[in-house]
């Protein structure tokens, strides 16, 4: 696939799973800009986030909706299907993913101002913006049939005191809502290896 402006792949690893029936599950890694690598801890604070939402309107975290669409379309065909996005603020790539047909979505994010951003991209989109922790989803099991998300996991992994503990947690509830033989595609620059081993580690994904 194609990466766009100055990110570079740098590692990924497909695996389909499961408990019951397989669950799918892509992890890939692309670099982020020197500044972001530079002062990782701010971009684990809620603060960070609730100032970049309101200073930045839009923007495609690490890619783009058309470098991740050949990805996305090959782990999910079926547009019907219910998508869980976690940690969605401005990405306006999740606009896109719903303009290309994938419309049966549902978004959350954990700074206020992330979920105002969110409603006001989706405009009159039929889409649910929840404001929501990721280590504890208000969703019913296996209530979804994929999730993406770009760049959530790296803002937990960098932000908690004990970063596996809450990486795994927030690993552990998105295995939660995501029905046995959905698919969960993970897009992330800095926690590559840790999220990977977090995914291993709940025992429903290979």
């Known amino acids: 696939a194609r990466r766009g402006g100055a990110e570079k792949p740098l590692e990924g690893a497909a695996a389909t799973s499961g408990v019951d029936e397989p669950r799918g599950s892509m992890l890939t890694g692309v670099s982020i800009a020197t500044a972001a690598v530079s002062r990782p801890p701010s971009f684990g604070r809620r603060s960070t986030w609730e100032s970049a939402y309101v200073e930045q309107a839009e923007f495609s975290w690490y890619c783009g909706w058309a470098d991740l669409e050949p990805f996305w379309a090959e782990l999910c065909p079926t547009k019907s299907h219910r998508v869980l ?64 998300e770009k760049g ?13 503990e809450g990486l795994r947690q927030a ?30 580690a709940t025992g429903a994904w290979t």
């Open 152 to 164: 959530a996991l790296d803002s937990i992994q960098l932000g908690q005191r004990d970063r596996l």
């Open 85 to 148: 996005l976690p940690g969605v603020g401005n990405d306006k790539s999740m606009v896109d993913m719903f303009d290309a047909g994938w419309s049966n979505l549902a978004a959350f994010d954990y700074a206020e101002a992330g979920v105002a951003r969110a409603r006001e991209l989706f405009g009159a989109r039929p889409v649910d913006v929840r404001l929501a922790d990721a280590r504890d989803l208000p969703y019913a099991t296996a209530s979804f049939d994929a999730a993406l």
């Open 171 to 200: 690993v552990d509830e998105l295995t939660r809502v995501v029905r046995p033989g959905g698919v969960l595609l993970s897009v992330t620059a800095v926690a590559t290896d840790r999220i990977a081993a977090a995914v291993d």
